[in-house]
């Protein structure tokens, strides 16, 4: 089945640095990716569209200046977290639509990463 | 708008007790819906999915019937295990100008032992 992995699983940073974050399929080509945010307990917030090759789409309220995504292959989307403060800190889930079954729709998730900023 | 909407958690179950998460949406157009389970401290797994009307998606004992006169879309497993212990996410997809997933707010499932 369609894998998507995420690196690091987990990091801890100091408040005011940047942390990259890297959402891989890892056998499909995928044109379009997504990238979350999970608070505890709570659903998930979507907050950028990312399609490669271009520049990625924003949800409202989500500052595109602070989260970066770069979509630069159709493997590989990064969300950099700039100038992170404690309440960056969050679950961050990244997700990839496979470009070949993409009327399908479906998304396939990687398993997340926990960024804690002290 | 589009939206989904789930009971509200936790469900606290014994082992091999009947489960349903009730699930209903609404929707501009012909969604596709989904079940995601999120298991304690990773990401989301598709669980099943069903693209028209009547479609029943099953996987691991768990179905859902896309059912298009009601607008629902319920889990429902009729034994379940400790190892179901998880977050269950009903979700839908619409083309608006571009395919998003909307997640409901998800159900913890607690299946005690």
């Known amino acids: 089945g369609a894998v998507v992995s995420q690196h690091p699983s987990w990091v801890i940073c100091k408040s005011g640095t940047s942390v990259k974050i890297e959402c891989r399929s890892l056998d499909f080509q995928a044109t379009t990716m997504f990238w979350y945010r999970q608070f505890p307990k709570q659903s998930l917030m979507l907050m950028a569209t990312?399609?490669?090759?271009?520049?990625?789409?924003?949800e409202q309220g989500v500052e595109k200046d602070k989260f970066l995504i770069n979509h630069a292959s159709l493997t590989l989307s990064t969300l950099t977290v700039t100038s992170a403060h404690p309440e960056d800190s969050s679950f961050y889930i990244c997700?990839?639509?496979?470009?070949?079954?993409?009327?399908?729709?479906?998304?396939?998730f990687g398993p997340g990463t926990r960024l804690t900023v002290l | 708008g589009n939206s989904v909407t789930q009971m509200e958690g936790p469900v606290t179950l014994s082992e091999e007790a009947f489960l349903t998460i009730n699930c209903t949406y609404t929707a501009t157009g012909y969604p596709s819906l989904f079940w995601y389970v999120q298991y304690p401290g990773e990401g989301l797994q598709l669980l099943l999915k069903?693209?028209?009307?009547?479609d029943k998606g099953s996987n691991k004992g768990f179905e859902a019937t896309y059912r298009k006169e009601t607008t629902s879309f319920h889990l429902e497993k009729g034994s379940v295990q400790v190892s179901d212990s998880a977050v269950y996410f009903c979700?839908?997809?619409?083309?608006?100008?571009?395919?998003?997933?909307?997640f409901g707010a998800g159900t913890r499932l607690f299946v005690k032992a």
């Open positions: 979700a839908l997809i619409v083309n608006t100008g571009g395919f998003k997933t909307i």
């Open positions: 997700s990839a639509r496979d470009r070949i079954s993409g009327i399908s729709n479906t998304q396939y």
């Open positions: 990312s399609n490669e090759g271009s520049k990625a789409t924003y």
């Open positions: 069903a693209t028209k009307a009547d």
